[in-house]
Structure formats: structure tokens, C-alpha cells
């Protein structure tokens, strides 16, 4: 999902006010939620991160994730030259901890947050039907097909890399369920381009359960 530049830059600024005044507002209360349940199962959704599954864990300030998952629906030729029907995504991320504390001081077990900054790398792939015109076609009839599966060809597979960068929030209400949300920049390459197919300001999530 892309955002424009000042709401990316009024939320980054609000979480880095807030880490310079974390002495200010957190307690150390009881014992720290991601010392206690450094490890995290769920799920995640990211144009950098991956999409699908995502496992995670603290090593002190030091972290990382893993996400993966994929998506098929049968090729569709109808209005396409190529119909996508298989994709599939695979993450990888290494987090440092600004901080990490737990909340509210008369109640330390009911929300923890964590904000830490984030580098990573992703890898895209895609399944794609080759699709030929539609002799028989009739714009001006709204059931005549465009295109049709051209099954004389074989599917065409499209890998891309991505790269990025950015902070990332982490709350914990009650000790396990973990809700992260990041916010960065990164750029989507196909292999053997120099080029990017897309690059700016990205925002990904998840839903995770601390252990």
C-alpha cells in the first residue's frame, strides 16, 4: 500500500517524539514482554515483508521475521493478453529495538510496545497464462470474450527482488497478541533489470501471537 510522503513523515515523527520521551511515559514494571515471549507465530501482510505465515523473533534488541504465503486462482483470459494466476511471496527482515517496554504502570500485563527500526528483503514470483486474440470478437457484445487461453504455450513465470528499509511499531496487549505495524521505503526490481518497477513509501502488518 503506498501513502504520500507527509503522512508517512507526520507518523514517523510522532513515534520518534514518542521514543525520546519513552522514560517519560513507560514503566519497567513488571518483566518485558519481549524478553519474556521472544518468539511470535501469525501472520503478515507486505509489499517488503511478504505476505502470508510470518514467524518472528527477539535475540535482546536484535530481530528478525520470516514471511511467506502465496495465491492461485484459475487463468482467466477474458480482458487480459496474460492471465496471473499463481503468485507467491517470500520475506525476510532484520529489526533493531529502540525500545521496548511494557505500558501503563498499575497494569504493566496489558500493553507492552516496541519501536525499532527495519532493513529487509523480498522475493515476488509470478504464473501467467498467455492469452491470444479473440476472432470472434464484438465489442458491442458485453458477453464476447476479448482474449482466450492460448494452451499452445507454456505458462510464463516472472520473478522480482525488492529491497527496503524503514521503523516499525510493535504493540502487545496482554503479553501474547502482538499487532506490528511498519512503515518505509522500497524498491520492487524484476530480475535482470536495472531498472525498478516501483519505489516509494510502503506500509505493511500483521497479527501475531507472542510465545
Known amino acids: 500500500m503506498k501513502i504520500s510522503v507527509n503522512k508517512v513523515s507526520l507518523i514517523l515523527i510522532f513515534f520518534l517524539t514518542t521514543a525520546l520521551y519513552s522514560p517519560l511515559l513507560f514503566s519497567d514494571t513488571g518483566t518485558n514482554v519481549y524478553r519474556a515471549y521472544p518468539y511470535a507465530l501469525?501472520?503478515?501482510?507486505?509489499?517488503?515483508?511478504?505476505?502470508?505465515?510470518?514467524?518472528?523473533?527477539?535475540?535482546?534488541?536484535?530481530?528478525?521475521?520470516?514471511?511467506?504465503?502465496?495465491?492461485?486462482?484459475?487463468?482467466?483470459?477474458?480482458?487480459?493478453?496474460?492471465?496471473?494466476?499463481?503468485?507467491?511471496?517470500?520475506?525476510?527482515?532484520?529489526?533493531?529495538?529502540?525500545?521496548s517496554e511494557n505500558l501503563l504502570k498499575k497494569f504493566p500485563d496489558w500493553i507492552a510496545a516496541s519501536l525499532y527500526l527495519f532493513t529487509g528483503t523480498v522475493h515476488v514470483g509470478s504464473l501467467s497464462q498467455p492469452c491470444k486474440v479473440n476472432p470472434d470478437f464484438n465489442k458491442d457484445d458485453l458477453s464476447s470474450l476479448m482474449y482466450l487461453s492460448d494452451t499452445s504455450k507454456s505458462p510464463v513465470y516472472t520473478p522480482d527482488f525488492g529491497v527496503g528499509f524503514g521503523i516499525g511499531i510493535e504493540p502487545v496487549l496482554f503479553r501474547h497478541f502482538s499487532f506490528p505495524m511498519e512503515f518505509g521505503i522500497d524498491s520492487i526490481w524484476p530480475l535482470g533489470s536495472l531498472w525498478p518497477d516501483t519505489a516509494g513509501f510502503i506500509v505493511q502488518g500483521g497479527f501475531r501471537y507472542r510465545f
Not at 502470508?52 to 527477539?58: A, I, K, M, N, P
Not at 502465496?70 to 525500545?99: H, K, M, R, W
Open 42 to 99: 501469525g501472520a503478515f501482510a507486505g509489499e517488503l515483508g511478504g505476505t502470508g505465515l510470518s514467524y518472528q523473533q527477539w535475540l535482546g534488541k536484535f530481530g528478525y521475521e520470516v514471511s511467506f504465503g502465496g495465491y492461485y486462482t484459475p487463468p482467466d483470459c477474458s480482458f487480459e493478453p496474460n492471465s496471473v494466476f499463481l503468485t507467491y511471496s517470500i520475506g525476510l527482515q532484520f529489526q533493531y529495538a529502540l525500545f
